[in-house]
Every structure is written in C-alpha cells, then in structure tokens.
C-alpha cells in the first residue's frame, strides 16, 4: 500500500503540473522533477512560475507524498527488523558457516543419546552439524555452540546442506531403527567415503544397519548393561576407562593416531622418551597388536592406540606426522 500511495502521488503531481504549466509547453520530465523534489523535500527552486492553483497542488503533493514516504520507510523498517526476516538472516549466516567447513562431523537426532554425543563432541572441540527436525533445534545448538539445519535428515536436501559431501562422519541416534537404516542408506549413497556410526534401538537390527552401510552399530542399551556388569567386576577398571575415554579431559586420553610416513620402528621414534605417553597397540589391517615391541616396523596405514595427556598425544601425533 505504500508503495502503490508514492506511484499514485507522483502521477496526479505530473499531471497536474503538466496541466498548470501548459502555457510553458512543459514536459512531462519537467512535472515529474516537481513532484519529486516536492516528495523529497529537496528544495529545489520551480521548474517553472507557480500561481495559486500550483501553489495549492504543491502543498497537496507536500502532505501526501510526505506521509506516504514516511510511511514507506516505517513498512521498511519494520519488516527488516521482524522475526521472519532475522531468522532468514541467520539461517543464511549459518548455512554460509556450513558451506566452509570440511572434514567435520554430522550428528543426526539430538534426543538421549544424540546430545551426550553433541556434548562428547564440543568437549572434543572438533566441528559439527546437527540435523533434526524438531522446535528445540535453535535453542540446544545455541547452547551448544554449533550450526544446525532443521530438518528431516532421511531427506537429502538437509544432509547436502549439512556439507555430507564433506564431512568425515555421520552419527546416526535417533529413536527409530527404521529412521536410521533410512539415514544411512542415504548418507552412504552422497559420500561412499563416510564413516558412519549408528544407534541401534534393537539387537536385531545392527547386522542390518552394517549391512545397510553403516562401520558401526551400537545399542546403547546392551552397552549401558555390560557397563554396569563391569562397575561390579571391575570398578577400578572402568573408572580408569571412563577417565581415558572422555574427550577434553586433560588428565589422562586414548589417542587414535594414524602413521603417515612409515618405515621407522617404536624404537627409533623414541615415542615414550620423547613425549611421555605409552603405545598401547598397533592396529594393522585391522588386526590389533597389544603392547607392540620397540622394534616393530611401523608402516603408512598403521594406527597407534596411545595412552597419556593431551599434551603429550599432540607430541605423538608431531613425532609420528598423524
């Protein structure tokens, strides 16, 4: 309404201009810069002498061009500073923050167990996205400082948009072995490289999420049981365990790294004497090899499992070039 109040005040201020300049063989540019400059409170002097009649249609077109352009602006404003509109914005902010990242994670469903991972994660202080559809989305991610895409992760468009092309890997937690199985197939089919990790509600259903695509399968609750078996066997063990396993704690970590350049021994590399941390095993082929001798022969491929302080896995992965 607005806009269409400004385009009706600048013809009648045309035409009327025309009509009173007729005598002046004005043209139509000429009528329109009046109203114009009118509108606009330029100020500038008339295009051409103005008798009673101009003087009355000037003061017409002052008001209602004035108004209508006010008003114009206070529609203006107000739409940009609306919730539509901020939330647009930062939803361009924030896709523009995922179109940059690589090598991050994807973290499909926050219920339970989707935000003790999110929480594992930052801790971790590695990247990801989350991707969930539901109205707690905005306020968890902001909490947890991390970009989200709300929406339906089976559909491809959102796992596209969480950058899946580029990611390192996918958990997989929500409620539904089937969601799951969905999710993975479909993550499997963007990015054959992806490392997926996935929730799984039954038993039954792990062989067919491995199957479906996924590297892992876990049941949160077959895990929770032998956990607390363990706590009555071995409490000493777990603790010490849940002490190693727990990202961000710079007590004490188990580290993953990767041998770039082999060829070298344990030995030679003098990884406890010159970083203080222990080589628990080394992982070949996928065959692991506990308490590796000083004389093993690392090769390009190989990953070491190794025991120390944050600290002193960053000197392991320097020494190794993981």
């Known amino acids: 309404m607005p ?8 013809l ?23 109203t114009f400059t009118t509108i606009t409170t ?41 919730e539509q509109v901020r939330v647009a914005r930062r939803r361009r902010k924030m896709q ?21 991972a999110a929480a594992e994660l930052t801790e971790s202080g590695v990247s990801f996205v989350v991707v969930d559809p539901g109205p707690q989305v905005p306020a968890f991610c902001e909490a947890m400082k991390c970009p989200y895409v709300q929406a339906d992760a089976t559909e491809d468009t959102a796992l596209i948009a969480a950058g899946v092309k580029r990611a390192k890997g996918l958990i997989v937690t929500t409620s539904s072995d089937a969601t799951n199985l969905y999710v993975i197939l479909s993550a499997r089919l963007l ?19 491995i199957r479906a695509g996924a590297n892992r399968a876990i049941s949160p609750y077959a895990t929770g049981g032998r956990r607390l078996a363990h706590v009555m066997l071995n409490p000493r063990v777990v603790d010490f365990l849940e002490t190693a ?24 590399l003098q990884v406890r004497a010159r970083s203080g941390a222990t080589v628990l095993a080394v992982v ?9 001798r000083g004389d093993l022969q690392l090769a390009s491929g190989d990953h070491l ?17 993981g």
């Open 305 to 321: 499992l190794v025991l120390g302080t944050t600290e002193q896995l960053k000197l392991v992965e320097q020494l190794i070039g």
């Open 3 to 10: 806009a269409v109040l400004l385009v009706l005040t600048h």
């Open 284 to 292: 070949r082929d996928g065959q692991p090899m506990p308490n590796p």
């Open 42 to 82: 330029i100020g500038f002097a008339e295009v051409y002498p103005l008798d009673s009649a101009g003087r009355v249609l000037t003061m017409g077109i002052a008001g209602t061009g004035i108004g209508s352009l006010f008003y114009t602006f206070t529609v203006l404003l107000d739409y940009a500073s609306s």
């Open 191 to 209: 990015n054959a490289d992806l490392l997926i990790a996935s929730r799984a509600v039954d038993d039954a259903s792990v062989p067919k999420l």
């Open 245 to 268: 396993l727990t990202s961000g704690n710079k007590a004490l970590n188990i580290d993953d790294v990767v041998v770039v350049n082999g060829g070298k021994s344990i030995e030679s």
């Open 96 to 116: 523009k923050t995922i179109d940059d990242l690589k090598g991050h994670f994807i973290l499909a469903g926050i219920g339970r167990v989707g935000r003790e």
């Open 12 to 34: 009648v201020g045309a035409v009327g201009y025309r009509l009173i300049w007729a005598d002046h063989h004005a043209t139509l540019l000429d009528a329109l810069f009046m």
